[in-house]
Structure formats: C-alpha cells, structure tokens
C-alpha cells in the first residue's frame, strides 16, 4: 500500500475481509484528542504543584508532599482507566448529556491526573536546582517573591521544565490502558471528546488480544501502526534533546 494513502486516508478498517481501508490518520487523530485534553490538565497543575513545593513549602512540607504525589505516579494505569469509566464518565454525563459512555474526554482528563505527577516531580527538581544566589540577588534588587519566580527561577530552570513537559507528551501518546478502557475502539475521524474514539495504542491492544492469525494482514497492521507511534516518539525524543540544549543553563 502507497505510504500516502496509508497518511491520508480517512477511514481505518483493517480487520474488515472487504473493502479493508488503511488510513492510519483515524488512529493518530484521536491519539492526539486524548493526549491534548491531558496536557491540558497535566501540564499547568503539574508545574503550579512545583512551584508550590519547590517556593512556598517548607521543607517538611515538601518531605511529605512529593512523596504523595510520587505515589500517584505509580498507581496502575488500568486503574485509572475504571476510574475513568466507572466514576467520572458518570459525573461528566450530569454535565453533558449527549457524552458517551466510552468518549475521549473521560480518559483525557483521567490520564492528565495520571501524569501530573510527572511533570510536578521532574519540573519540581529543576526548580529546586536553580542556585539560591539567583533568587537572594533578586530579592536585593527589590524584587517579589512572585516576580523572582516568574522573571528568574522559571527561565533559569527552563531546560528542565522542557524535558518534564516534551516526557508527558510521549507519555500521553504512549499510553495504553486509560484510552483501552474509557475511550473505547471507534476508530472514526473526529474532534469532537465527547464520542467514543480508539487510539493507536488501544488499537495494537484490541488486535493482540484477538484472534489475528500469524503473518495475517490483521496481524500486521499491528506493526504499521507500532513502527507509526515509534516514529512519533522517536521525533518527541529528537526535539526534546535539541530543546533542552537550547535552553540548558550552566552555573559554576
């Protein structure tokens, strides 16, 4: 099959025995509905708990903290997915009526919860990693705590903010468990989080718990669409190592 048509083809049926479409662009589009709606929650809550931890808490306070949200960070994925599922598609469906009961924005927001953890802890230890004689100087030129924190400790620890935000996006396309459980296996073309969606991860999940023979084209649609999810977090990686040496600060 054209690589082409394999991009920019809309419809997915590969398991289908006629008339089998191969337009992985139905998997990718809801891999990245789900990983945006985590994002948008990972990200900020993930950097504010830093913040808070790293400026504002104290010591004991930070010895007790991180741990807990550490703990979070380990929590089974399969987990969260029945979380996601079981309790807060319920609660959303109060809100939104027409939501599904397997829909992309249930699992966004659940697996945004699953990798904040992430991003407090790596961008906590960046922060904590810029010298104190950075903040002490801006407090002698007369500047607030919430000015040093946003005009010095966050540029001087920005290499590493980086790194903790591009790892929670290869961490939000590679997820498995969350999007199998509570996104659901409606590969269609769409935007919308409310309706069901299947990403490329809970598509290699569906096809390798089948009944897919050996050396079948059902079975190696596996390996398309694994080799497509390798390329993307190959490219996160890439991007990632030139971002961080971009912006990577050194101090004697």
């Given at each position: 099959?054209?690589?082409?048509?394999?991009?920019?083809?809309?419809?997915?049926?590969?398991?289908?025995?006629?008339?089998?479409?191969?337009?992985?662009?139905?998997?990718?589009?809801?891999?990245?509905?789900?990983?945006?709606?985590?994002?948008?929650?990972?990200?900020?809550?993930?950097?504010?708990?830093?913040?808070?931890?790293?400026?504002?808490?104290?010591?004991?306070?930070?010895?007790?903290?991180?741990?807990?949200?550490?703990?979070?960070?380990?929590?089974?994925?399969?987990?969260?997915?029945?979380?996601?599922?079981?309790?807060?598609?319920?609660?959303?469906?109060?809100?939104?009526?027409?939501?599904g009961t397997f829909n992309a924005l249930s699992a966004g927001l659940v697996m945004g919860i699953a990798i904040m953890p992430l991003v407090a802890s790596l961008s906590e230890d960046a922060l904590y990693a810029v010298p104190q004689s950075l903040r002490?100087?801006?407090?002698?030129?007369?500047?607030?705590?919430?000015?040093?924190?946003?005009?010095?400790?966050?540029?001087?620890?920005?290499?590493?903010?980086?790194?903790?935000?591009?790892?929670?996006?290869?961490?939000?396309?590679?997820?498995?468990?969350?999007?199998?459980?509570?996104?659901?296996?409606?590969?269609?073309?769409?935007?919308?989080?409310?309706?069901?969606?299947?990403?490329?991860?809970?598509?290699?999940?569906?096809?390798?718990?089948?009944?897919?023979?050996?050396?079948?084209?059902?079975?190696?649609?596996?390996?398309?669409?694994?080799?497509?999810?390798?390329?993307?977090?190959?490219?996160?990686?890439?991007?990632?190592?030139?971002?961080?040496?971009r912006f990577q600060e050194k101090y004697e």
């Open positions: 099959m054209p690589i082409l048509r394999f991009l920019t083809e809309t419809a997915w049926t590969p398991l289908f025995s006629k008339n089998a479409e191969f337009g992985i662009i139905v998997l990718i589009s809801a891999t990245f509905l789900t990983s945006v709606i985590a994002l948008m929650v990972a990200l900020p809550l993930g950097l504010l708990a830093a913040i808070c931890m790293s400026e504002y808490a104290s010591a004991h306070t930070r010895g007790w903290l991180k741990p807990i949200l550490e703990i979070l960070a380990g929590v089974p994925t399969v987990v969260y997915g029945y979380f996601a599922l079981l309790f807060v598609t319920p609660k959303l469906q109060i809100l939104i009526p027409d939501l002490i100087g801006s407090y002698a030129l007369g500047a607030t705590k919430r000015e040093t924190i946003t005009g010095v400790v966050l540029p001087a620890a920005l290499s590493g903010i980086v790194a903790a935000f591009v790892l929670a996006v290869a961490r939000a396309v590679g997820e498995t468990m969350i999007v199998t459980v509570a996104a659901g296996a409606n590969p269609t073309l769409t935007l919308d989080p409310r309706v069901p969606v299947e990403t490329m991860t809970a598509f290699i999940v569906r096809v390798s718990l089948g009944d897919a023979p050996a050396n079948s084209l059902a079975f190696k649609t596996i390996f398309a669409v694994g080799m497509t999810l390798f390329s993307i977090t190959f490219v996160l990686n890439i991007f990632s190592f030139w971002l961080v040496r």
